[in-house]
């Protein structure tokens, strides 16, 4: 009977690489019976362990991931600008958020981040953590090193504390600290406690890591407030976020647009939910205004046109000697 079940196990793990390489999704296999699709399967050693899925609420997000994020692994999270770190710094906020959700007395969550990236993006706020993503200020520890790594010492280190729920180490660029030998050391960490480690990586290209998923983050355009009469034009409602599965050994690429609901603590697919992707503030979905912004210059019927290209003009040709000013004018000459 032992031995039935591990051939099936093995069985079951080469048709999954099998569908990895032909592009076909895992969930179209014959599942075997006995397995969960809510939990995922770590061999290590010999020893089956089985470690939850992180659900977001998107149903065809999670979908696309397999059931959803790995709680009990190393995940990438990338910004291709640097513009895009409050972006995604939100989406590993409320992901930090959903884990802490069902626990009443939550373990905190360290932040590891070299000084660099504090001071090029920022801390998240304090007020703000509570009230947009349930996670209260003191849940919230930070821990900044002067190098990278420092950074990567800590967050190994801290990954295999169980005093913490999560671990979120943010990084700029693509260090040559930051290779495959010191993913995989942070990856096996996180397998061993049980618990995510999320690598937050700002204006980085993507390199070969040991994380199961990376997931590319960008901001999207917000929709409008909704209220009881319907959307209220011209104003800015739930921020969205454009997710694009990057890589996954359990899904195919795709990219979603999701909405954060911090009422609900939940995630939003507005790829198919049917929701306007429009900005709020684009002039062709919001009513026309009767009366001008700008009144018009006189003897004018149309508002000037759009700037054209700016040429650069030639250098200014210092003044012959013979030009210059003489002493007694020099101070009258500099004055405004």
């Known amino acids: 009977m032992a031995m039935n079940a591990?051939?099936?196990?093995?069985?079951?793990?080469?048709?999954?690489?099998?569908?990895?390489?032909?592009?076909?999704?895992?969930?179209?296999?014959?599942?075997?019976?006995?397995?969960?699709?809510?939990?995922?399967?770590?061999?290590?050693?010999?020893?089956?362990?089985?470690?939850?899925?992180?659900?977001?609420?998107?149903?065809?997000?999670?979908?696309?991931?397999?059931?959803?994020?790995?709680?009990?692994?190393?995940?990438?999270?990338?910004?291709?600008?640097?513009?895009?770190?409050?972006?995604?710094?939100?989406?590993?906020?409320?992901?930090?958020?959903?884990?802490?959700?069902?626990?009443?007395?939550?373990?905190?969550?360290?932040?590891?981040?070299?000084?660099?990236?504090?001071?090029?993006?920022?801390?998240?706020?304090?007020?703000?953590?509570?009230?947009?993503?349930?996670?209260?200020?003191?849940?919230?520890?930070y821990a900044e090193a002067p190098k990278i790594t420092d950074a990567l010492w800590i967050a190994e280190e801290a990954a295999g504390l169980n005093a913490l729920s999560a671990v979120v180490l943010e990084l700029r660029g693509n260090p040559d600290r930051l290779d495959l030998t010191a993913t995989r050391r942070l990856h096996r960490r996180a397998l061993a406690a049980g618990r995510p480690v999320f690598l937050l990586r700002q204006c980085a290209f993507p390199e070969p890591t040991a994380a199961p998923v990376r997931l590319v983050v960008a901001p999207a355009p917000a929709t409008l407030r909704n209220t009881m009469?319907?959307?209220?034009?011209?104003?800015?409602?739930?921020?969205?976020?454009?997710?694009?599965?990057?890589?996954?050994?359990?899904?195919?690429?795709?990219?979603?647009?999701?909405?954060?609901?911090?009422?609900?603590?939940?995630?939003?697919?507005r790829t198919h939910a049917g929701a306007t992707h429009q900005r709020p503030w684009d002039t062709q979905n919001r009513t026309k205004d009767p009366v001008a912004v700008v009144s018009l210059s006189s003897g004018r019927t149309d508002p000037a046109p759009a700037a054209r290209a700016v040429l650069a003009f030639p250098p200014r040709q210092p003044l012959p000697a013979g030009d210059q000013p003489s002493r007694p004018q020099r101070p009258a000459h500099r004055r405004a």
């Open 6 to 141: 591990v051939a099936r196990d093995t069985v079951f793990a080469l048709r999954r690489q099998i569908a990895k390489i032909e592009g076909t999704l895992p969930d179209r296999l014959e599942v075997p019976a006995g397995f969960d699709a809510d939990r995922m399967l770590v061999r290590r050693s010999g020893v089956a362990e089985s470690h939850g899925l992180l659900s977001t609420g998107a149903d065809h997000f999670d979908a696309a991931l397999n059931g959803g994020l790995p709680k009990a692994a190393l995940t990438e999270f990338h910004g291709v600008e640097t513009r895009d770190a409050g972006t995604v710094a939100g989406f590993a906020l409320a992901l930090a958020g959903l884990l802490l959700k069902p626990t009443e007395t939550p373990a905190p969550i360290l932040w590891v981040g070299t000084a660099e990236i504090f001071r090029e993006a920022g801390f998240p706020y304090a007020r703000g953590l509570e009230a947009n993503f349930g996670i209260a200020p003191e849940n919230l520890l």
């Open 229 to 269: 009469a319907g959307p209220l034009d011209g104003t800015i409602g739930r921020p969205g976020i454009t997710v694009t599965i990057g890589k996954s050994r359990a899904a195919q690429p795709g990219q979603f647009t999701l909405e954060w609901n911090p009422d609900e603590r939940t995630f939003l697919d």
